[in-house]
């Protein structure tokens, strides 16, 4: 006689064994995550410091050809320095007679040769023009044009101004790194860091403003004095790690790789600073007393890197470093000045 079966048991999962099972592969992208962020964030500043590499590079490739360093930026240069920059006057025919008579340009425009990009200035019929301004009709075909090297993939936003500026096809395409073309350069600041002010010759970056630079210039040594930075995201303003302001609502336009307004200036920014909400620069020896923020406070004119607890720089040798975000006003003013007299470590 043939023994009754017991009931049938199916071979697929209990709910209450499908929910451990939800719970552990929760559990386990939960520690995953993390690693994940971390190794992606480590690719993208590796791949910022290679574009900064880059640009290092071009301004010494630069430097071989031109016998002096290049213009940081082009806004409406002195008379002693008209001599040379004769490439963007307006009108070359005619003596000039005010610093108006010079097309606007910034850095990243002349560096484009230099990162096997020329194809972007030639790609506009007649070529681009460094005697009309950088957003002038001919010439915003090429400024609206997105460069990967002058982009760093922490930024998270997009790398073209929105809403499209009055006057434009499309928004200028920006970049995030920029050159240092000085230190504070209020007496007042130095004097109350215990520092001998610099001359105005010495306060300059190893880049300058409306100027081109020997390289003899530099007596702090080129491996001592900052050259070009991050300012991520200057299209929009960011204070602490969070947006205050986005393109249409920051008041100005900001950021374009070809604008001739960007540039930072090594001020520090006034301590506390409140994540999201617009902060101001250091300019009295009371705000120094106050607390000061070197770096990573504010993108608008500061070093400002969207990287964990660094920002990415290069100095003037063409090498790449991260000043961490502990850095003091004191160090900060020291490397971004080319003749304090005072060459200090980065790490100090």
Avoid at 2 to 30: C, D, M, Y
Avoid at 37 to 56: F, H, S, W, Y
Avoid at 255 to 260: I, K, L, P, S, V
């Amino acid at each position: 006689m043939r023994a009754r079966s017991g009931p049938n048991r199916s071979s697929g999962f209990t709910l209450i064994e499908l929910l451990v099972v939800i719970a552990i592969i929760a559990i386990l992208i939960g520690l995953l995550l993390p690693a994940v962020q971390k190794v992606r964030e480590a690719a993208a500043r590796m791949k910022c410091q290679n574009n900064l590499k880059q640009l290092g590079l071009a301004v010494h490739n630069y430097e071989g050809t031109y016998g002096s360093l290049p213009p940081a930026i082009v806004s409406s240069p002195g008379s002693a320095d008209w001599a040379g920059l004769k490439e963007f006057q307006k009108n070359p025919a005619v003596t000039p007679t005010a610093g108006t008579d010079f097309a606007k340009h910034g850095f990243l425009s002349l560096m484009l040769p230099y990162i096997e990009q020329g194809n972007v200035l030639n790609s506009i019929p007649g070529g681009y023009n460094f005697r009309l301004d950088w957003n002038d009709p001919v010439n915003q075909p090429a400024t609206s044009t997105r460069i990967p090297t002058y982009e760093c993939p922490s930024v998270p936003s997009e790398h073209v101004v929105s809403p499209v500026p009055s006057g434009w096809t499309k928004g200028p395409a920006t970049g995030d790194y920029w050159p240092i073309t000085r230190a504070n350069n209020n007496n007042a600041v130095w004097t109350q860091l215990n520092m001998t002010p610099p001359s105005d010759d010495g306060v300059r970056g190893v880049l300058t403003h409306n100027r081109r630079t020997n390289i003899l210039a530099i007596t702090d040594g080129l491996s001592n004095t900052l050259m070009l930075g991050e300012s991520g995201a200057r299209h929009e303003g960011w204070a602490g790690g969070k947006r205050y302001a986005d393109a249409s609502t920051l008041g100005f336009l900001a950021g374009g790789w070809g604008q001739e307004s960007n540039n930072i200036v090594c001020a520090g920014t006034q301590a506390p600073v409140t994540p999201g909400v617009k902060p101001a620069k250091v300019s009295t020896a009371a705000h120094v007393q106050a607390g000061t923020v070197a770096i990573n406070a504010w993108n608008q004119g500061e070093l400002y890197g969207f990287h964990s607890g660094v920002c990415n720089v290069v100095f003037g040798d063409g090498s790449v470093r991260s000043l961490r975000s502990s850095i003091t006003l004191t160090t900060l003013l020291k490397l971004a000045a080319r003749g304090d007299g005072v060459p200090v470590n980065a790490d100090e």
